[in-house]
């Protein structure tokens, strides 16, 4: 089976893998779908190039899953700019460190990593999956909205595939929230219904609307817990 490959391009950033999941397509689509739903089709039909489904053990199904909604949540860039220029809060150093996807730890082969290196005062450089060599380089920069933490991401650079094209989508915001004292992560990305026939003003202007719902704008929790510390 081939690694995984990030690819850049107009339509943004994504990822292709056939690798330890086996055949699977984690990109925008990702996103639109939710990640129940990327789940659930991957979960029951697996092509491996014949055309033919195939049907895995619930232990494997249980991997699927949780592959997708790790990766569900980081890899998809919505945007060509980005949506906060300024007001940006102070990095909480706190964040620093490598954070696993929650799942089975008996082989660490099987964890999706995400590093955070805070990079000065307002930005942190972000590396996920940060196992695989094709893994995005992100730069973020944390906003507090209605009392809650976003960072903006901005996708830097992968090893294959160097530095994303001018007029990609290399932007998207995901929905932080610490949990049981900062030892977890609950993050939630930015759907693409959210920003579907918005201006970056207009959906900016729904983002910090208090009446919004931010569950319509952001999909469904991925779960990290601190590996190591920063």
């Not at 789940?39 to 899953?65: N, S, W």
């Not at 005062?121 to 995005?136: E, L, N, S």
């Not at 944390?142 to 960072?151: G, N």
Request: proline residues 4%; hydrophobic residues 40%.
């Amino acid at each position: 089976m081939s690694p995984a490959r990030v690819s850049f391009g107009k339509s943004g950033v994504g990822v292709k893998s056939s690798s330890r999941a086996g055949s699977r397509q984690l990109s925008r689509a990702g996103t639109i779908a939710g990640s129940a739903t990327c789940a659930a089709v991957i979960g029951f039909c697996i092509v491996y190039g014949t055309g033919q489904p195939h049907i895995f053990p619930m232990k494997i199904l249980t991997r699927l899953v949780l592959l997708v909604v790790l990766a569900c949540s980081f890899t998809a860039c919505l945007l060509k700019e980005p949506v906060f220029t300024e007001g940006f809060a102070k990095a909480d150093s706190t964040l620093g460190g490598v954070w696993a996807g929650d799942g089975d730890e008996s082989d660490p082969r099987k964890l999706e990593l995400a590093l955070c290196a805070p990079l000065d005062d307002t930005r942190y450089v972000i590396h996920y999956p940060a196992m695989d060599k094709d893994g995005i380089y992100y730069e973020a920069r944390p906003v507090v909205i209605r009392d809650r933490t976003v960072l903006q991401l901005r996708a830097l650079a992968t090893l294959n595939d160097g530095i994303p094209k001018a007029d990609a989508e290399r932007y998207t915001l995901i929905w932080i929230e610490k949990v049981d004292g900062g030892k977890k992560l609950r993050v939630r990305a930015l759907t693409e219904a959210a920003v579907k026939n918005k201006t970056v003003a207009e959906f900016r202007k729904t983002l910090e609307t208090e009446s919004t719902d931010w569950g319509k704008l952001f999909g469904e929790p991925a779960n990290f817990h601190r590996l190591k510390d920063r």
